[in-house]
């Protein structure tokens, strides 16, 4: 247990490094997961299915983006691409 216990605490040996002010520590099992590219948003989730479903087989002939501020038109668009 205690090798363990010491691999695990490796962070203590970089204090005699100079590695300046600009230390970045990465989460070791959530920094893998920023690197996968997930479909997210609304246009991925159950709802979104829904629409495209009942309304036009996810055919949408135009939407508006609004993030920021302006009204953006996008025509001809499949959402879920």
Do not use: C, R
């Amino acid at each position: 247990m205690e090798e363990i216990q010491d691999k695990m605490a490796w962070m203590q040996n970089v204090i005699t490094e100079k590695l300046g002010p600009s230390l970045w520590h990465m989460h070791p099992i959530a920094f893998p997961g920023a690197l996968i590219k997930k479909n997210t948003g609304w246009a991925h989730s159950k709802f979104a299915n829904l629409l495209g479903s009942v309304k036009s087989e996810n055919d949408y002939s135009a939407y508006n983006v609004t993030k920021t501020g302006k009204s953006v038109p996008h025509y001809n668009i499949n959402l879920t691409k």
